[in-house]
């Protein structure tokens, strides 16, 4: 870990003044990932920004009847939140299977989908990433890649968006709020993150030197029929080999509209629209699901270690759906 | 003694270091402070092999604060002969040494230590050291490598001896059974990382705070390899963080801040990070092939059991790995076979049950696959091969409980209820299973020797420099003293984990409750000799008379006359009238040698439930019913946490433990906490741990056979059978990751 200056925001206005100076300045809300980073030299800030203090903590209704979560609200307050609990509880379901009580804690709203990923090589500054150092190569590729994407991946690269909570907010079509040098802007979640491409060290479209603000939730949680369904190497602390975000409106055993979304299987929230409208007007039937599965995992491809993934997403698709519609029981 | 306030051995007792390890006020190796105490931190190697061609330290150097880079090109001169090298649990080699020169022989091998006068400054400087490597081809897996498996020299413990005509029995079998089972290589990962705190005296004497599993095994390395007395050098580990074996051998920490202490002539601490940790030994991968041959009632006429076991290409590290297959079972023909084949990776190292953990996993699944071909109960057709004797060594056990274990054990855990077709039990979408497996794990008794010192104010303090890596020695110890000389629990303190302390063997394979216990018993009983012989000269009072120790009785904090119970005086009262300030005792204990003419292990059952998703392959391990006969129980509440311990260990080793190679770079990449999996709260579900019964005067006068092993072998095979018995589906490579069973 290299030596470092440090900052301390009040106001989100100071914050963004003191990036302006100091460009190359990381902002630190909770510090879960950030800190484990630096110290295995794979961030090497020379300046930090704390923005735990501005004042963007609070979980407040909208006008559209919507929910604002504060990017500074922690994720186990707002898994915990009442409102979110009654009318979102897919996304309490997704934040409480990710980390540990200990990290929901300390990470934040804004924090979360901001996570980097957990690919061993993109940890170890001994090994090749395009990620960590563009142009180094990636060495999952022909490497040890059973975590690692099937989905929307690159030459470049194969790692896979860590965040539970990411999932279920792209399920739900939220929108990050952001706010920067040129002013404030909605970032529609399904569009928050990217794809590697030939650019896998940029994983969202935030832009540097903007700070989020607050995530939106839209009127509509889903809150009667939806699961969040994760499959892991074990029952806590361990990320996703595949999660699930699944959302149903039913009227009787038919499906009007439905919300998948994938975790663990690319580089972000695995989302297709053409797949949920696939559903609609569709009674709920496993038939039914598995024919969703196979269009949402249409063009998946595995590395070696992680062909399994295809066939275990495809039957946690059915499954999380099934739990949606209340058909299964959740064990 | 059964009706006295002192009679502590065989009931439970809390931890007498527990308020210190929760409250903070038990210092670990890392914690000890020192004036002007100095930071080191390693700097390792980014590839497996090959040749450092250049190190760059100029900007580290030039970092205010860093005192030194120390690297193979500026080292001091050191002990020349490996021998210097070789620490009490070193295997045959040449022991790998820091800083020796630019040969890198296996990846985050040590090849700077930067210190500087804070860990910040340290750390980062560490950062900066530019290395240059001539990179060669590095061979790091033992698969497709059979072929080139060689016999080593020289085995740990004892060679693999074959009996009979395994090929004979084979033919006569009616009923066969082959397979191959593996597992990979696996970390100790205790929770407290390596380390050690070098403290310099003005006089040049070294205290060193290290995190060791011997005390005396530090020193002795300190002393061979850097040419120092031993009255130079004191050794100090009063608590461990958890070691498991890995403190066994000094690892390469204490070298580096001894070797910078003395160069630099300051105090110097060194701390590996959780990376580092997966630098040294570990459990080796292996691949073992079984066959097995029985009668078709299930009579066994052949048992061949052959392991291939990673070692590095400088020490042959061995293990009692295929032993186990020729004493568990009765059998006439047995062939075994153990051999190697070098990776360019560190030396493996003893981890919680070395070999019998790996070795019987085996044995038990390849046991297992026979029931089901012979269609025959898997416990029935371990009681058909039962023995009272070790036919490997021809001698009688001392005692084996074992069939008790089997049928407590499975009434317990309604082992009867099991439907024994594979995936016939389940509910819904869950499919259910049942597993069983037998363990083993050796007993011993080393020589050690303990100090009591009895005080006016009736206070008695033992010492001996043997270990506490948070089995409870601290505890039994105590109680052990306690109740030898009928003293209160409270008058009682035990110190370990000091060069200063008598000598003790390395807290390792399950002895120390035998080997340390029974010279605590011994010392006691020292003093209960030289009080004794101050009653003798008692002319008047209630103990006038008294002769020999069997007319009194050490009770309630008093010597009590047996003949008249109202008769008895307090141990500071002779005392007293002896004239006495101290009355002391010091005896060195060994291995009786009746010993010789038994056989001696510990045994278990282990019954396991597991849930299985029929979908996703994802297990839950829902029961395991763990039934041990481990001799004389002497304290069955931290006894009963070793074996928790163990079996919880025993299902990371199932289905979750892996440290994962990586090939192409010959590194272990999973290494930390988040990606090498072991098993998580939730993981754990309903533990229950059984004492059997078992009284054996053989092992030691004190009847203990030791439990830090036993808890975990035969756990992983249980589950890997259980798997089995829900699936329909035979896992033979462990972890049994979900996408093995898709």
Partial sequence: MNSFTYFRAHEVAAALTEKATAPQAKFIAGGTNLTDLMKVNVEQPHHLIDIRRLPLNKIEETEENGLRLGALVTNADTAYHPLVESRYPLLAKAILAGASAQLRNMATNGGNPLQRTRCYYFYDTATAC????????????????????????????????????????????????????????????????????????????????????????????????????????????????????????????????????????????????????????????PENFAQVAETLLAGAQGFGHNNFKIELAKRAIVRALLQAAKMEEIS | ??????????????????????????????????????????????????????????????????????????????????????????????????????????????????????????????????????????????????????????????????????????????????????????????????????????????????????????????????GLAKEQVQVISPFVGGAFGSG??????????????????????????????????????????????????????????????????????????????????????????????????????????????????????????????????????????????????????????????????AEKFGWAKRNPQPRSMREGKTLIGYGLATGAWEVNQQKSSAKAVLSPDGQLKVTSATADIGTGTYTIMTQIAAETLGLPLANVTFKLGDTALPQAPLQGGSWTAASVGSAVKAACEGIQEKLLAHIRNLKEGPLAGVQKLEEVLFADGKIILKSNPAQHMLLPEVMRLAGENFIEATVTTKPELRQKKYSMFSHSAVFVEVLVDEDFGTIRVTRVVSAIAGGRIINPKTARSQILGGIVWGMGMALEEESVMDQPYGRFINHDLAEYHVPVNADIHDLEVIFVEEDDDIVNPLGVKGLGEIGIVGTAAAIANAVYHATGKRVRDLPITLDKLM
């Fill in chain 2, 248 to 409: 066994l051998r000094p690892q390469y920490q204490l070298f580096l801040a001894v070797m910078a202490a003395l160069e630099l002539k300051r105090s110097v601490r060194v701390v590996l990070t959780r990376q580092q940790m997966f630098s040294f030994g570990h459990r080796p991968a292996t691949i073992q092939h079984l066959v097995l041959g029985s009668t078709s009632q299930g009579a066994l006429t052949a048992v061949v059991h052959e392991g291939f076991a990673e070692t590095s290409r400088f020490e042959d590290y061995t293990e009692n790995l295929v032993n186990w297959s020729a004493m568990l079972y009765k059998c006439d023909n047995v062939q075994l076979a153990h051999k190697l084949i070098q990776m360019d990776a560190y030396t493996p190292l003893d981890m919680r049950a070395p070999g019998g953990v790996t070795g019987l996993y085996a044995l038990e699944c390849a046991m297992d696959e026979l029931a089901y071909k012979l269609d025959k109960d898997p416990l029935e057709l371990r009681l058909t091969n039962y023995t009272n004797i070790d036919l490997s060594k021809d001698n009688p056990f001392s005692s084996k409980e074992l069939k008790a274990c089997y049928q407590q054990g």
């Fill in chain 1, 130 to 285: 395009n990620k960590r150092e563009p142009g180094s190569g990636c060495s999952a590729l022909n490497g040890y890649n059973r975590i690692h994407a099937i989905l929307g991946t690159s030459e470049h690269c194969i790692a896979v968006h860590p965040s539970d909570m990411a999932v279920a907010l792209t399920a739900l079509d939220a929108k990050v709020n952001v706010t920067g040098p040129q002013g404030e802007r909605v970032i529609p979640f399904p569009e928050f993150h990217r794809l590697p491409g030939d650019t896998p060290n940029i994983d969202t479209n935030l832009s540097p030197d903007e700070i989020i603000t607050a995530i939106d939730l839209p009127t509509k949680g889903f809150a009667e029929n939806n699961a969040y369904l994760k499959l892991r190497d074990r029952t806590s602390y361990a990320f996703a080999l595949v999660s699930v975000a699944a959302a149903l409106e039913l009227e009787g055993n038919i499906i009007k509209e439905a919300r998948i979304a994938l975790g663990g299987v690319a580089h972000k929230p695995w989302r297709k629209p053409e797949a949920e409208a696939q559903l609609v007007g569709k009674e709920a039937n």
């Fill in chain 2, 1 to 226: 003694m059964s009706n006295t306030t002192t009679n502590y051995i065989g009931k439970p007792a809390s931890r007498v270091d527990g308020r210190a390890k929760v409250t903070g006020e038990a210092k670990y190796a890392a914690e000890f402070p020192a004036p002007g105490l100095t930071y080191g931190v390693v700097v390792s190697s980014a590839v497996a092999k090959g040749t450092i061609t250049k190190i760059d330290t100029a900007a580290a150097l030039s970092l205010p604060g860093v005192l030194q880079v120390f690297t193979h090109q500026n080292r001091p001169g050191l002990a020349w002969f490996d021998k210097k090298y070789q620490d009490e649990d070193a295997p045959p080699g040449t022991p790998f040494r820091p800083l020796y020169d630019e040969k890198i022989l296996f990846s985050q091998q040590p090849i700077a230590l930067v210190v500087a006068d804070n860990f910040e400054v340290a750390r980062y400087a560490a950062s900066l050291v530019e290395i240059t490597y001539e990179t060669e081809p590095h061979i790091t897996s033992i698969k497709n490598r059979l072929h080139e498996a060689y016999t080593p020299k020289e085995y740990k413990s004892a060679e693999p001896s074959p009996r009979g005509d395994a090929e004979k029995g084979l033919a006569q079998a009616e009923i066969t059974h082959e397979a191959e089972y593996s597992h990979p290589s696996e970390h100790h990962n205790p929770m407290e990382m390596h380390a050690s705190t070098v403290v310099l005296a003005e006089d040049g004497t070294l205290t060193v705070y290290d995190k060791t599993q011997g005390v005396q095994n530090s020193q002795n390395y300190i002393t061979q390899v850097f």
